[in-house]
Structure formats: structure tokens, C-alpha cells
């Protein structure tokens, strides 16, 4: 587990957070009117996940110190 990987891992949720705020809240008016309100809570929701996933490895090359550096992950 690296702090910079901690630190991207952060800003990908922050984003992921803020995009889908916006889009629920600023941008609801016009993305209604375009028709792409669903598709973008889909990719808000997707970049939230792919965050949590992120995050999962960081987690378990954290726990698993010695094969995740065999393995070339770290």
C-alpha cells in the first residue's frame, strides 16, 4: 500500500461522488431534456465501483505484503 496509490484512489471517489451529485442535483434539467439522466447515473455509479475495487486491492496488497510483491503488483 502506497500513499499515492491511497491518495488516487481518494480523488477517484471524491470524482466519482461530485459527478454523481451533479448530475443528480446541477445538471438534472438538461441531462432530462438530452434523454442521458439513466446513462449518467450508470457511469457515476460504475466509477464508484471501479473506486471500491481500487480500493480492494490496495487493501489486500496491504494484507498480503509478500505475494502481491511476487506477483508484481506493489
Do not use: E, N
Not at 8 to 24: D, E
Not at 54 to 70: D, E, F, K, N, Y
Request: net charge positive; with cysteine.
Amino acid at each position: 500500500m502506497t500513499p499515492r496509490s491511497l491518495v488516487l484512489t481518494a480523488a477517484s471517489g471524491f470524482t466519482a461522488v461530485a459527478l454523481g451529485a451533479l448530475g443528480a442535483h446541477a445538471y438534472r434539467p438538461k441531462l432530462q431534456s438530452l434523454g442521458t439522466l439513466d446513462a449518467w447515473h450508470t457511469a457515476a455509479y460504475y466509477h464508484l465501483l471501479h473506486t471500491v475495487a481500487c480500493l480492494a486491492l490496495i487493501v489486500w496488497a496491504a494484507v498480503q505484503p509478500a505475494r502481491s510483491r511476487r506477483l508484481g503488483h506493489v
